[in-house]
């Protein structure tokens, strides 16, 4: 699995180059951090990791993942990472 926001399909003839990531591919990346399930209604699912960051994704596992959530991750990534070196730090 790729860590960045797009996967290189070049390889596939008009695709172009990139192609977004997979909402699995975010659903694993969010249990990677520590996030866990809290709550779904439909295909919106709502995880939290225990520093109290929430991330409310949407979709089945199989769609395309829009680009504010990959935003959102990336964002709670960072968030994660600050507070980790700012405990460190004490």
Known sequence: MTTGARRDCSN????????????????????????VLVRQSGSHQTWQHPAGLKITLAGV???????????????????????????LGR
């Open 61 to 87: 596992d199989g769609a395309d993942a829009q680009r504010y959530q990959e935003r959102d991750l990336r964002d709670a990534r960072a968030a994660i990472k600050r507070g980790a070196s700012e405990e």
């Open 12 to 35: 596939h003839v008009g695709l172009g180059a990139l192609m977004p990531r997979k909402l699995r591919e975010l659903r694993a990346e969010l249990r990677a951090l520590g996030f």
